[in-house]
Nanobody, 122 residues
């Protein structure tokens, strides 16, 4: 399994950004995929994830109403649309996945992609 995340950058507070993750190598739809982030000096935390076969999404509180995770089946892509960005959203964002169902934020991650930097600053 390979995960390639991209789409980070510098954005002003209140702006939007869409992260993309190209996912390949899964043998079926029985997997969970999502986004984590790590801010400077802090631990890694879950942002949003998707249990693909069940079609169920999970969001951490700070991401609810501002971030949207989605998947394009045909392109094997997973996206994180981030709106109303705040300076505290500044972090390295990682795409992650595991084989199986459930909330990826609460289960061991099997695969990590390289991070993409998101900086929210005026």
């Amino acid at each position: 399994v390979q995960l390639q995340a991209f789409g980070g950058g510098l954005v002003r507070p209140g702006g939007s950004l869409r992260l993309s993750c190209a996912a390949s190598g899964f043998e079926s739809d029985y997997y969970a995929i999502g986004w984590f982030r790590q801010a400077p000096g802090k631990g890694r935390e879950g942002v949003a994830c998707l249990a693909v076969k069940a079609g169920r999404t999970y969001y951490t509180d700070f991401a609810k109403d501002r971030f949207t995770i989605s998947r394009d089946n045909a392109k094997n892509m997973v996206y994180l649309q981030m709106d109303s960005l705040k300076p505290e959203d500044t972090a390295v964002y990682y795409c992650a996945a595991r084989t199986g169902a459930g909330d990826l934020r609460r289960t061991p991650v099997d695969f990590w992609g390289r991070g993409t930097q998101v900086t929210v600053s005026s």
